[in-house]
């Protein structure tokens, strides 16, 4: 049995999260694994001495070359460089800021691009007023700034007038779009974005300076609708169902938002005046909740919505506080369950000199996106909480206690526990790893039925059988193996069906991307093992992290970006999966594993 | 001594205003006097039989041609023909709903013109649903509306989504411009607006309906900002010199218009969020400090203030509560003490085939504009508070007790009084036609100087010397006299001024407009003896009411009425009056009263 050790990331001063990671790792490919991007020309290769972040506990000594790089630099105690540096116990990584290049990544995901966002910071100067001095404040303005709109506040320009003299004045501003929403002349206003992933499950936002790309901050919590059911279909009934459910839901979550907004910006020391705009993704259901729209669309087939498109609106109208005449924008969705979160994610993608990949975000919905040759398909399949550990005898969220990996050596199951004490469960990737190594080891045939020759309760199988009888039993049974049956069919079916309609062979799927934390973590050969995906080359198979978070930032930094979002959304052809004639047939063959 | 009577008018259900007026008057002309027109094609000259009115107290009986329109026509009891009743005492007259044609009127003043406003009721029909109904209700509704934007709230989303079925629907909404704001399946929307005219004394604010041009209520109200000074100076001084002066003086402003619109639309049964727009006018400090914009330009040369041209915001941005979506919008403003009210005072007039007239709102500050073959010149004078009886000693209001006319008959001194007691003082008409009744009498020379000869207390002379002993003496002094003179220099050198740079001569001009309610009163004649104006014919002195309100009904009602105050605006010349080289010289010589 190896120990998982704990590995806390603050940014700023503040704790971004907490990984779990095997021993022995080295802190670039941790940090790059879950999106903090470390400055480093050489992308990790330990050749340019650049990454330079600082660490405390148990890590591995610096190496005659990291101590030269140290010398020559005369880097201060403490820093190490993350490309030489490797995890050996609990520790702590503290990212001061987040460089521009967050997005130069390898493996075919986006290259760097223009930061040019919607919000931009602008200068002007106000002339000197004529002998007559019969212009007004705002006329003067004007000639500072003739290329925008002057929608300032009337608080702003109650300032102005103090602050402009008669001379000529420098000024800076901030527009949106055309509209110059601040002006001052006593300081550089900063110029700040957040970009907000709303999971069903959980939220992540960012803070990110819209002038240099840098990301200053980040934090992730639950989703406070968690109360009032765990997954969208819950959800959608509880805001139809119920006398000011809608409200509810809508509340829960702006206040939540709002209170990210206030920490990221409290702890860098900045205002949410400071933020000019909120880009949002997430599903459909979670975008309409977060406006208070209806989502009885939901409720049924078509699952359709009030809208689908982006669109911007002034950041009070979703109760959002920033800066007064801030805005909110909502990325495109694309239909049926396939929202903003999955289109920003595929933002995040490189598309040149790539012919056909898939891209799949899987959680309790499966969203997946077949990309070939200009053309796209989406569809989601409801793969049930299985893949998160509901539903499952011994199942558990990726927490301590969690068995997270799962793999045979000399023809027996090893694993891996999360945290420091004994196997308490499952999570989604253990129990995916331990299904392949059953099927591996002969202990279940190939349409799942467990083999009786199994030691241990009849119908079952126990890891930990042999531990102190106070502990958990952590196991398996036959009704366990059917929901994950039909939770990796679900995936299957939707990209067979795909596959099918753009007329593809798995061989010609050049990439398969897995954007989530679930993703992230999942083995590539297990899940080949268990027939979730049709037979690619493992290697193939990229865990992109919070692809969707990402797209956010990305659309928050370029105007650009949203626009293409835009385009995205629309060119994608979106598949109901149910109402396609094969669907019954193609799931009910994939609910066996291959052979 | 002649009393005058009082006339209630009841606008709809509400109490628009009392009138003071001598008995005897056509209740025609009474109302058509201060901004009350009545439907009837004749124009009031007794012949069409239409402008039937619900009258009650003490008015003339039917005479023989009046019974017989009200046989034809089968009249209630109760109702009477305007342009027949006369007015003999204590009356009340009921006006149920305003008609389309207030703005034809006789006197050059401004023609009918089309009403196309900037808010309109639009209608369009939602397709049905497609088979696959996978159209969300957005993308349903811009088919509905192709020419609009769409600008809901997410409240009116929600009732629409509610509301709009799988089949056609048809639909009625609302737009401002090229956004629609409010889309209703179930109803169809009243299309309302706001006129504000904010005086410096007093407020006032019409109900109008945008689809028909109906002036549906009307209420007045004294500015709550009088309790921080009674003139525009005393409340630059105090928004400027008192910490929180200027969010007060917004407040209290912004509260009473609120309250006077809840008070429109309560008496008239509809809701403040039936209301769309709201147009204002004023001075430019009242549009100022309605905006809650510093107003610290206007305490000294060149009396310059944050903006002055017009422009439109969103209502909640000034606290004003009426539809979420709806507008306020600003008229623009000339310079210095010239404001929106004047230029929408401007919109009434009727410029086609009148070749040069004056146009003059007299208050504490009086504001003069020229116009003369397509120029126009405007300047403003601080006439002082005499006119409104202020600094004078016997002075007050035009409220009951106050002299308001004052006449010769067998060189003896006649004077009316309103209301039923015994008079009290002077308002600023009466003091007029005292001082002009003196100088007729000989009891004045030309410098202004009283003559000893008569009889009363030394330099002065008493109105009322043989009343009973308990009752108040109103008269006037010499010092009285000096104020009127002072007053009336200030308003005659603005007029010679404009004409001289005009290169014009009184013999040029053919009308002179005395807008407000004070202009109003005044006899022509006394106005010309005083020499207040220069010696034009008395005949082509007109009074035309509150024609700052009328004209911001115009602008409520009519796109193109916007776009052409603000060409005025632009067009106008503002002449700063001290600054010109002659104005000292000027000034003195209009001191004294022609010979």
Known sequence: MVRGTKLEVYVGSHQAEEIWTLPGQLLWDILESRGHHVKGECGGRGTCGHCWVRVEGEVSPPGPEESRFMLEQGVSPGFRLACHCRVLGPAQVYLSSMELSPFLKAEGRALGFEIAPEVKRISGAVPPRTEEGTETLWERLAQAFPESHLCLTFDNWNRLSTEVSRGEVSLNGVAIGPCLVEVTASSTPRVLGVAVD??????????????????????????????????????VSRATENRGGLTRLNEVLVAAVNSMIDELTSFHGVSPADV??????????????????DVRGFGGAPFVGVFRHSWSETASTFGIRIHPRGQVRILPQVGGFVGADVVAGLLTLDLHG???????????????????????????????PAFEGGNISSGMRAEPGAVDRVWVQEDKIQFNVLGEGPPLGFCGSGLIDLVAAMLELGWLNQNGTLSPIQGGPQGS?????????ELRRVGINQNDIRQLQLAKAAIRTGVDIMLERAGLSVSDLDRVYLAGTFGQYLRPASILRLGLLPPVRPESIIGIGNAAAEGAIMALLSREKQKEADRLARSIRYLELASQPDFQEVFLRSLDFPS
């Open 461 to 469: 199988f126990v890891l930990n059988e042999s531990a102190a009888p």
């Open 276 to 293: 000019y705009q909120v880009v949002a993704v997430g599903n459909p259901v979670m975008l309409h909740l977060f406006a208070g729209l």
């Open 198 to 235: 709303i999971g069903t499950t959980s939220l992540y936002a960012a803070l990110v300076d819209l002038e240099d790309g840098r990301r200053l901050s980040v934090v992730t919590r639950g989703n406070p609708q968690k109360t009032y059911g765990a997954d969208v279909i819950s959800r």
């Open 354 to 384: 790539r012919e056909t990949f898939l891209y799949l975000d899987i959680g309790t919905n499966g969203e997946m996106v077949l990309y070939h040759k200009g053309e796209w398909w989406a569809c989601s399949a409801a793969a049930g």
